[in-house]
């Protein structure tokens, strides 16, 4: 990578890699990218997989619309381009924190399969862990915990996605997981068993 | 701060605590804003500041125009509109991964007071650590290494800092290194010897 470069070259060559991040935290920097209808459960396993990660000495860290959309993303709407955006940007993020060697699970809605294809074309092969939240409609709305789908109903929003939005659910995605059917610590295992089993809880070999 | 909850309210009493990344991490998370005219060498001392870190076992990372302007920053041009809408985010970045635990040496010429002290209030107290990277004009201009001094001067490049745009030195930033009479090691030692003796090199006691 080419680097901007000021007084002395030879620095450069202490550049530190990520192969160096990545052994030192022993891990592989990774994004899983959590997708699905609102109350299908993306906040739930991707707050107690970090949980679960750290508790096993792992740097993890979740980004949601608490920390996005208040921060980095406060200047965007709800428009299809500012919709657009906003995932660009988290994908963005997602990659600089990946790349700095942690594991990053991402918690948006991100409807569109475009936008997500976007996101895993920005990383590298294996980097890219789309998770799929799934729940039914019926059974997203039945929680409807935070009354949004009672709002999207009466019209007080629009563009609500499964109910005047669309949703377009992973057609190959690393992995599903079954909130309607299953326990929170049942799905969270099934995403630690995956980044276990994929190597991701210690460092690339030759790193 | 409150969660987007699903399934679980239960799960988010595990929520993971910035003080707990900390702990596991052994550091505490920071912004090494590192602000400085063109060829003032701040990109040397973040790599190389950076690399002082990680071999001492500490989670690193830089931010500069190479893994910013190509990528988070890329629909993002050169207004004063821009330049102040790339300052916000790299500072909206830079705070998610110090959150996460990193020591994050952002690399910008960031000319303008008013966006650094912009960046400075997203953070909590003693978060920001803004580092003036001192060279006179002369000495950055003398050194070129990239040609852009040359092609400002030629008028190739509107609103190049230091010659046809201001550049607004900090006025009390929490270090100056003066790269134009130290070498890159006594800067260096001067940045990683200054997040030492304020404590950021282990984790916050009661973390």
Known sequence: MAKQTATNITWHAGTVSRGEREKMLGQRGAVVWLTGLSGSGKSTVAVAAERALVDRGHAAYVLDGDNIRHGLNKNLGFSPEDRTENIRRIGEVAKLMSDAGLI?????????????????????????????????????????VK?????????????????????????????????????????????????????????????
């Not at 699970?105 to 996101?119: G, K, L, N, Q």
């Not at 980097?127 to 409807?144: N, Q």
């Not at 992973?170 to 992995?175: A, D, F, K, S, Y």
């Open 104 to 144: 990053v699970f991402t918690s948006f809605i991100s409807p569109y399969r475009s936008d997500r294809d976007a996101v895993r074309a920005l990383l590298k092969e294996g980097e890219f862990i789309e998770v799929y939240v799934s729940a039914s409609l019926d059974t997203c709305e039945g929680r409807d």
């Open 147 to 207: 009354g949004l789908y009672k709002k999207a109903r009466a019209g007080q929003i629009p563009e609500f996605t499964g109910i005047s939005a669309p949703y377009e659910a992973p057609e190959r995605p690393e992995l599903v997981v079954h909130t309607d059917r299953q326990t929170v610590e049942e799905s969270v295992a099934q995403v630690v068993g995956y980044l276990e089993a994929k190597g991701y809880l210690s460092p690339a070999s030759g790193a």
